[in-house]
């Protein structure tokens, strides 16, 4: 299979859909995999890196999605992407279809099979294409937290981890997702309220 990754377009998305050590892995199984050229370098991968384990660099989007037979995203095609869809092609990212009405349209109108991380689910029911997501969304919610409790983002001014003379700040997780999963012992300089 032909296997293409383009540059992530979407406003602030710095990732890539495919390190290079599974571009080795892709092309160790027999498949050729096309990387946009600069894909990776929001994510510290090289067009050398990908290169040195077998992989092709594509001139530019248009390429790449030309000469796929299944592309690989992080996000959804943005509206710029929709004309590049192709029958039978293999769109595989996260979707989020619920979400946005056009979105689902254009690619029901496309006749591209497009096939949502978020929606792979094993035996088990887990889901092993969304929970590494979750996992660094819950790690990183105590952070954003932290953030807004900042004067520059019109908080009170809080430090979480306190200073001497000034206890740290009692913190209330609420949830039984990741974020209340996490040992309040690996945030070091939290406390629980209760």
């Known amino acids: 299979m032909k296997i293409g990754v383009p540059k992530e377009i979407k406003t602030n998305e710095n990732r890539i859909a495919l390190v290079p050590a599974g571009a080795e892995a892709l092309v160790a199984a027999g498949h050729s995999v096309m990387i946009e ?71 029901i109108d496309s006749g591209a ?43 009170r001014g809080i430090l979480l981890a306190g200073v001497p003379g000034v206890a740290p700040a009692h913190i209330a997780i609420l949830g039984g997702g990741v974020v209340g999963k996490v040992p309040l012992a690996s945030l070091r300089v939290f406390r629980p309220m209760w």
């Open 37 to 107: 050229k600069g894909a990776g370098e929001g994510s510290g991968f090289s067009d050398e890196m990908y290169t040195s384990v077998g992989a092709t660099i594509g001139a530019d989007a248009d390429t790449v999605w030309r000469e796929a037979d299944m592309i690989m995203k992080v996000k959804e095609p943005i509206a710029p992407e929709w004309p590049r869809m192709r029958k039978g092609q293999v769109i595989f990212t996260y979707f989020h279809f619920a979400a946005d009405e056009k979105l689902t349209k254009a690619h």
């Open 113 to 155: 099979i497009c096939i949502a991380y978020e929606t792979v689910e094993l035996p088990s029911r887990e889901l092993p294409l969304l929970t590494p997501m979750s996992e660094v969304a819950g790690r990183m919610a105590v952070q954003e937290g932290a953030k807004y409790l900042e004067r520059p983002q019109l908080g």
